[in-house]
Every structure is written in C-alpha cells, then in structure tokens.
C-alpha cells in the first residue's frame, strides 16, 4: 500500500526573464491500485506537475508539499524518489549518448533495488518485458533514447516501469507519438502491471484516447495549474464531446 499526496503546490517555471508561476495549487491524493487520469489543455502546466514532483533543476517548487507514505518527496534526491518506490516518466525523454539502454536499465534497478540484479537473471528479465512491449532485441545495445522515434521512447518508458517496479507511477503523455497498434501495445503493458502490482497511476494526457485502453479509476481537469473538476470515467466521456473550453473560457488548440 502506498500513497502520494500533493499539497496545495505551487511551483514556478525558471527562464532567462525570470520566474514565472505555473502551478496554482495542485491538490491530489493517488493510492495504490488507483488510476488517476490528469487531463487539461496544452500549456495548462500538466508536465510541469510532472516535472516538479520530479524535480527538475527548472522547476520551482513555491509551497506545498509531495509526500510518499508520509516522507517528503521534495527533500529526496533523483535516486532518493526511486528508491522510494517512485517513478516518472517524461513527455520528453533525456537522450544519453554512449550509454546503452542494458547499462541504462541494469544501473537504474541496481540504483532502486539497492544491489545489482545477478546478470543472468536480468538478462532473462530483460527480454521477457522486451518481447512483451514487441522491442526488438538490438534495442538494448542502442544509447538511451538517442534517435528513438516517438513510439520507441515510449516503449522504452514502459519497459522501465516493468523493470523498476515502482509503488506510484507518473506518466506524461505516454500515448504522444503512438500509432493505434502501438498504443494498445503499450496499454496492455501498463494493464499488465497494474493488474500484477499494487501500483498507484498518475496518467497525464491532453487526449481521450488512452483511457480506452487504460481505464482510469477518477478523472481530473488540470487547467491554469491546478486540478479544476474531478469525477469518474464519465468526465472524460463529457471532455470529449465538449473540449475543455468550459473550464478554460477559450477554445484550445490541439497538441
Ligand atoms: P502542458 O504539459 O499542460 O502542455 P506545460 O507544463 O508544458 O503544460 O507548460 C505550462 C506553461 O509553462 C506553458 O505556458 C509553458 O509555455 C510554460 N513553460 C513550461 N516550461 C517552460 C520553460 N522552460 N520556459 C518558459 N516557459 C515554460
Ligand atoms: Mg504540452
Ligand atoms: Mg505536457
């Protein structure tokens, strides 16, 4: 069982003109075995939700507060959050020339298991969740992310959400870039884990489609920085139909 709070937090973007607040107050409880559907328009602050729980050296967190089972997530370092059972996937992956994506994926479990995984076992594990997510296997000698295509990166998310096996999982637009097969790969996956481990779901999009295939369990609007409305599978059904022009008092593009 674990749980992760999000206080009232604030947090501001750090650029060259100065700070900027993009986060209003984000109020948010995720349990295990809940799955959270975080939807609001482009530029409403969802990655930067994402990106602050993270802690992303351009975000700012201004107040409020991130807990996992009570311990202060803000105070714990990159390795700190995976270790404590976090995991977050980007909207835009970091690119690691050099290092392969076995060396990647081993020191990250080493990193969260708190030891190495004996190699023959890992390797057997590897390619067990490679073959499920339909990674080919000269996948795991590529550098980390580098020249990926849209989907290959998000294949590559999933697989380390297998691999790492964390107690609260945030994904960031995991369907961007994804064909119609190859997000119902990907969606099998995340089902598959959910439905195996005791995981708490923080799924960030901009578009309904996924929640055909992910089934969330509550559905939040996330609009000027901060979660506006909640309520079950029906909300996304009425985002549908309507967009997000109710929430936001403007038609939003697309993206
Ligand atoms: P979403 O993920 O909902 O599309 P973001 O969190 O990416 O929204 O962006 C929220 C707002 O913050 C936008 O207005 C965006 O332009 C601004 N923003 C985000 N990152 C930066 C940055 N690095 N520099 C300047 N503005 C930024
Ligand atoms: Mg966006
Ligand atoms: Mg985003």
Request: glycine share 10%; charged share 25%; aromatic share 6%.
């Amino acid at each position: 069982m674990a749980t992760l709070e999000i206080k009232d937090l604030r947090a501001d973007v750090v650029t060259d003109e100065g700070n900027k607040e993009i986060l209003t107050g984000v109020n948010l409880t995720v349990r295990s075995g809940e799955t959270h559907a975080i939807m609001g328009p482009n530029g409403s602050g969802k990655s930067t939700l994402s990106y602050a729980i993270a802690g992303h050296p351009k975000y700012q967190v201004t107040s409020g507060e991130v807990l996992l089972d009570g311990e202060n997530v803000l105070d714990m370092s990159v390795d700190e959050r995976a270790r404590a059972g976090l995991f977050l996937a980007m909207q835009y992956p970091v690119e690691v020339p050099g290092v392969s994506m076995s060396n990647f994926l081993r020191s990250a479990a080493t990193a969260v298991r708190g030891e190495a995984p004996k190699l023959r076992h890992w390797v057997k594990e590897v390619k067990q969740e490679m073959s499920k997510l339909d990674i080919a296997s000269e996948f795991a000698e590529r550098s980390v992310n580098e020249g990926f295509s849209g989907g290959e990166k998000k294949r590559h998310e999933i697989l380390q959400l297998a691999l790492l096996k964390p107690k609260v999982a945030v994904l960031d637009e995991t369907d961007s870039g994804l064909d119609v097969d190859a997000l119902r790969v990907v969606s099998e996956a995340v089902n598959e884990y959910k439905a195996n481990n005791e995981v708490g779901v923080m799924l960030i999009t901009h578009y309904t489609r996924i929640l055909r295939h992910i089934q969330p369990d509550f559905v939040h609007v996330f609009a000027g920085g901060r979660i506006v409305e909640s309520g079950g599978k029906e909300l996304a059904d009425d985002l549908e139909e309507t967009g997000y022009v109710k929430y936001t008092g403007k038609a939003e593009a697309a993206g």
